[in-house]
């Protein structure tokens, strides 16, 4: 069976080939020939997730799947959340300078407290179901730290400055192997495979 994934990144795409292929092909939003620019306009990780794979299978009646993450830091009341990309608004989607941000916001808070969280939204084919093609949603996270600087090369995004919980180094020093085991994404994503496998296998 062939299944949308919602994505053109290739880390993400290969992540969850690795999970999924052979039982399930998992294709890419070029592969489809779609080159749209598919609106992220709610203002929750769910809303966004679940437009994206609601305008995949709206317009290509393909089953999909699409992701969503946001930094939640306690101390900021769960920002920067849905805007994780776009934390400094006065740069387009510029990594340091949403770190450099995080950083100076969280400037003499001993709270340090935060947590990665992914939402996938699927939505099935309508002829793989015998009911509609209602979404389901996967959720993953990881708890911890917001380090009072940047360390390691490694990852991307807020990589740099998030300390898991149960480890003394950031993402960026842990690297991909740790990270992929760990992750909110690789959660998230373990559960659609749980999903996926189970019942269109
Ligand atoms: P997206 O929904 O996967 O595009 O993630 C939104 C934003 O959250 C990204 O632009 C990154 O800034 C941040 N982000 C998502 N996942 C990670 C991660 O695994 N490490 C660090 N930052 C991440």
Redo the contacts with the bound molecule.
């Keep these: 069976m062939k299944i949308v994934f919602a994505t053109n990144?290739k880390n993400?795409l290969t992540e969850i080939r690795k999970i999924l292929e052979p039982q399930l092909e998992i294709v890419s939003l070029s592969d489809i020939g779609c080159e749209a620019d598919i609106p992220e306009t709610a203002d929750t990780?769910e809303g966004?997730a679940l437009l994206k794979a609601r305008y995949i299978a709206d317009q290509y009646h393909l089953a999909c799947f699409a992701?969503?993450?946001?930094?939640e830091v306690e101390a900021l009341n769960g920002a920067p959340g849905v805007h994780?990309?776009r934390?400094d608004d006065t740069t387009d989607?510029d990594?340091e300078a949403?770190m450099r941000k995080l950083l100076h916001e969280l400037n003499g808070k001993d709270n340090r407290r935060a947590r990665?969280r992914?939402v996938i939204a699927f939505i099935p084919a309508s002829h793989d179901t015998d009911s509609d093609s209602s979404p389901l949603l996967f959720e993953g996270m990881i708890n911890g730290l917001i380090a009072r600087e940047k360390h390691g090369i490694g990852?991307?995004?807020?990589?740099p400055i998030?300390i898991p919980n149960g480890y003394d180094k950031t993402?960026a020093e842990l690297g991909t192997d740790i990270?992929n085991r760990i992750?909110?994404?690789a959660l998230a994503v373990r559960k659609l495979a749980d999903h996926l496998l189970h019942h269109f296998h």
Aim: charged fraction near 20%.
């Design positions: 990144n993400k990780l966004n992701d969503d993450t946001g930094l994780s990309a934390f989607h990594s949403n990665f992914t990852g991307f995004g807020y990589d998030f993402f990270k992750s909110h994404r």
